[in-house]
Every structure is written in structure tokens, then in C-alpha cells.
């Protein structure tokens, strides 16, 4: 696992003030769950395709948008975007969401 720098943490939290900055319904908890989890999926979807985005394409295959969702969490509903592929054969790990919560 990547150690996170303290000054990725300290730019993160620069603007903290009180738990709801951090743990609130807009706080900083929140949005960092949805860029995670919404990066980890572009990272499953190129791992999926073989190339990167606006690579070089290896089949005919491509990027194809992305599909509004919502995820139940322990900290409340986050929505996020899944990503898409044109042929429909691209289907997001499931692990990732045992860890994260419920999609809906």
C-alpha cells in the first residue's frame, strides 16, 4: 500500500475547521471516497480496454461515458459516475464495492 504524504494530507485539510468540514454531508471524507473509488474504476476500465485513456485503441472497444450511480455507505449516500464501455463487457470488481457499500 502507497504512503499518503503528510503534505497531500496537510493540502487536504487546509481549510478544516470543525468535524463538519471533515466528516459532514459536504466534507472532505465524503468527496474523497467519491474520487477514489470513481479512479479506481477508470484504472479497472483501462486495465479492461489495454490502453489508456485517449491511447492508442487495441480493439474495437472504447470508452463509452459514464452512468450516474448511487452508493449507500456508512457515512450516507454518495453519487458517483461508473464508468462504460461500448461493447457492455466491462463490469466493475465487485470487492470494491463489499468495501465501500451498496450501489444502487
Known amino acids: 500500500?502507497?504512503?499518503?504524504?503528510?503534505?497531500?494530507?496537510?493540502?487536504?485539510?487546509?481549510?478544516?475547521?470543525?468535524?463538519?468540514?471533515l466528516l459532514g454531508k459536504s466534507g472532505i471524507f465524503k468527496e474523497l471516497q467519491k474520487r477514489l473509488l470513481e479512479k479506481a474504476m477508470q484504472g479497472e476500465l483501462t486495465n479492461h480496454l489495454g490502453y489508456e485513456k485517449n491511447g492508442k485503441k487495441v480493439s474495437d472497444n472504447a470508452r463509452n461515458g459514464k452512468t450516474p450511480k448511487k452508493l449507500k455507505t456508512e457515512q450516507g449516500i454518495i453519487e458517483i459516475e461508473t464508468p462504460r464501455d461500448r461493447d457492455g463487457s466491462f463490469f466493475l470488481t465487485v470487492a470494491l464495492f463489499r468495501f465501500w457499500g451498496v450501489l444502487f
Open 1 to 21: 500500500m502507497a504512503e499518503i504524504r503528510d503534505e497531500i494530507l496537510e493540502e487536504l485539510l487546509k481549510e478544516y475547521k470543525k468535524p463538519e468540514d
